[in-house]
Each structure stands twice: as C-alpha cells, then as structure tokens.
T-cell receptor, first 113, second 114 residues
Framework: DQQVKQNSPSLSVQEGRISILNCDYT??????FLWYKKYPAEGPTFLIS?????DKNEDGRFTVFLNKSAKHLSLHIVPSQPGDSAVYFC????????????FGTGTRLQVFP | KAGVTQTPRYLIKTRGQQVTLSCSPI?????VSWYQQTPGQGLQFLFE???????NKGNFPGRFSGRQFSNSRSEMNVSTLELGDSALYLC?????????????FGSGTQLSVL
C-alpha cells in the first residue's frame, strides 16, 4: 500500500532549464509534506516542506506546489544546476507527534550541461 | 555541531548471522528513527525511539529490533540475517517535537548479506 507515490523513477534536464518532480498521495489525512534530496553515499537532507494550508512554498530556486483536490504535489527547480543531480524523495508524516515519515520511492534527477 | 553519526559504514555478513548497527544523534536531539532503503522501495520506516521508549514501529518482522540509551544514542539489531536484509540502513534524529519536524539523517550503514 504505497501511500506516497513518485511515478517517475528518473528525470533528465538540461542545465538552466526547469526540473519538475511529481508526487502523488492517497491519504487525505496527510497535512504536511517534505522533500528530501539524497546524494550517493550520503543520507537524505531536507530540502523544502509545505503545509496543507498553503498551495505554494518557495525557497530560492526551489518551489513546491500542493494541489489538495488532486492529492498531488510537485517540486520545481529553476534554474536547474548540475549540482542538483541527486535522488529526490517526497514524504509525509504518518500522524501527529511522530517522526515516522512515509516516503515515496524517489526520482533520480540528472542535470546535464 | 556534529551531525548524525552511524557506525559501521559498511558491513558484510552471511545468512543466519546477526548484526548490530549504531547511531549517535545530533547533540540535544531526543528522537531517533531508523529507515531501510532498498533499490526501488524508497525508504521504509523501521522504528522510532524517543527518550528511550519506542514510539512507533514499522511493518518489519521481529528479527528487527532496536533500543535507545539515556544519552539518546541508539542501536538496531537484526538477527538471523536473510539475503533480503541487504540494504542501506539510515538513522535520523530530531528534537522529537512532532510531525513535520525536519529529520537529520546520517550517511547510513550499507549491509550486505551473502
């Protein structure tokens, strides 16, 4: 039962262009979402988050959009840089007062020159 | 401020053996959680400890266990290893103040079961 889904295992984008990573969820009780970035041989690092009371959150080149009616969120990276090449995971807390996160399977982003 | 430290970094074991992995959280963090990462499966939650008490547990067999010490350091143990236990085991720490709080991950322990 995959409650958080990332249907694109990989994405390849040219440097300077926009990268759009998608995430779908099935549990309408989720009210907070996080994106993590993971480089090889390192642990995931927090990137950006969004609360369900918002439909957009921006932090520099990274913007996350949330469409609650569609149970869909997306991460936009503009402009994409080669250093952004990594695996990106979206995640949602399973419930209040817990660090248990439900992760998607990840999307490997490759930014080429 | 030192990050989350996991030891060992790599481990090779054979089927049937047991293994203990260690995690030292960021100073001041009281919550430690463990995740298993396998190719194509993303990160699967194992368990979470807060102030030495297991606060949450994932859907893993009883061969997987853990504990947390009074200094917040945590260990996880896997007994009777199976080939399918080969994975990257990640530890994460936080203040433990509730859902949505950022987790800080260690670099993981790569376990290979032969």
């Amino acid at each position: 039962d995959q409650q958080v889904k990332q249907n694109s295992p990989s994405l390849s984008v040219q440097e300077g262009r926009i990268s759009i990573l998608n995430c779908d969820y099935t549990n309408s009780m989720f009210d907070y979402f996080l994106w993590y970035k993971k480089y090889p041989a390192e642990g995931p690092t927090f990137l950006i988050s969004i609360s369900s009371i918002k439909d957009k959150n921006e932090d520099g080149r990274f913007t996350v959009f949330l469409n609650k009616s569609a149970k869909h969120l997306s991460l936009h990276i503009v402009p994409s840089q080669p250093g952004d090449s990594a695996v990106y995971f979206c995640a949602a807390p399973s419930s209040y007062n817990t660090d248990k996160l439900i992760f998607g399977t990840g999307t490997r982003l490759q930014v080429f020159p | 401020k030192a990050g989350v430290t996991q030891t060992p970094r790599y481990l090779i074991k054979t089927r049937g053996q047991q293994v203990t992995l260690s995690c030292s959280p960021i100073s001041g963090h009281r919550s430690v959680s463990w995740y298993q990462q396998t190719p194509g499966q993303g990160l699967q939650f194992l368990f979470e400890y807060f102030s030495e008490t297991q606060r949450n547990k994932g859907n893993f067999p009883g061969r997987f266990s853990g504990r947390q010490f009074s200094n917040s350091r945590s260990e996880m143990n896997v007994s009777t290893l199976e080939l399918g236990d080969s994975a990257l085991y990640l530890c994460a720490s936080s203040l433990g103040e509730g859902a949505g709080e950022k987790l800080f991950f260690g670099s993981g322990t790569q376990l290979s079961v032969l």
